[in-house]
């Protein structure tokens, strides 16, 4: 059973475009919801989290918004950049990334057009 | 760079062997995860340790097995290996009271 998933599979922007990621969550008691970058050859990083009692969360270029009563986020990339390019993963986690383990989706192959 | 240190980077190894993927946490994590990803699974949490107790499982098979020394470092076993558990081995470690869970550069197995 997946718990989380993620769409689209893959994504071309060109560059300075908006890229947007979904991910939805079944398991209402998730209350950590991090998004990964992973680029070729290298381990997932954390790019940005949240936690459902905000409903939105912006560092730099990159947002999470949240939907708790939908039970859906989504990552928003503005202004992309070619070295964005990379493998994106949401995943969401109960009692913090922590104490919890990390349950993923399937991942989002991000390609950023020059 | 997260911090985490796994060996080796690559293992080709024949069916029924046995291997051990060593990881080394970031300074001062008690916290390690072992997740292993796959092209048809994608990232799926394997095992948790704490301070050298065991404190999570997931989809880990009898086949395989972990633990966490004294010193912090764990390493992964995997045994009587099928070809279907060629993949990458991500090792994890995180601070108690934070969230952030930094991911080690992995270890790719391929089992021939």
């Known amino acids: 059973q997946q718990q989380v998933k993620q769409s689209p599979q893959s994504l071309i922007v060109q560059k300075g475009g908006i890229s947007i990621i979904n991910c939805a969550y079944e398991?209402?008691?998730?209350?950590?919801f991090p998004w990964y970058q992973q680029f070729p050859g290298k381990g997932p990083a954390l790019l940005i989290a949240?936690?459902?009692?905000?409903s939105e969360k912006k560092e730099g270029r990159f947002t999470i918004s949240f939907n708790k009563s939908a039970k859906q986020f989504s990552l928003h990339i503005m202004d992309s950049q070619p070295g964005d390019s990379a493998t994106y993963f949401c995943?969401?986690?109960?009692?913090?990334?922590?104490?919890?383990?990390?349950?993923f989706g399937k991942g989002t192959k991000l390609s950023v057009k020059p | 760079d997260s911090g985490v240190t796994q060996t080796p980077k690559h293992l080709i190894t024949a069916t029924g062997q046995r291997v051990t993927l060593r990881c080394s946490p970031r300074?001062?994590?008690?916290?390690v995860y072992w997740y292993q990803q796959s092209l048809d699974q994608g990232l799926q949490f394997l095992i948790q340790?704490?301070?050298?107790?065991?404190?999570a499982k997931g989809n880990i098979l009898e086949r395989f097995s972990a633990q966490q020394f004294p010193d912090l470092h764990s390493e992964l076993n995997l045994s009587s290996l099928e070809l279907g558990d060629s993949a990458l081995y991500f090792c994890?470690?995180?601070?108690?009271?934070?969230?952030?869970?930094?991911f080690g550069p992995g270890t790719r197995l391929t089992v021939l």
């Open positions: 994890a470690s995180s601070t108690a009271g934070t969230d952030t869970q930094y």
């Open positions: 398991n209402t008691a998730f209350d950590y």
């Open positions: 949240i936690r459902p009692d905000v």
């Open positions: 995943a969401a986690s109960r009692f913090g990334g922590s104490q919890g383990n990390l349950i």
């Open positions: 300074s001062g994590d008690l916290s």
């Open positions: 340790y704490y301070n050298g107790e065991e404190r």
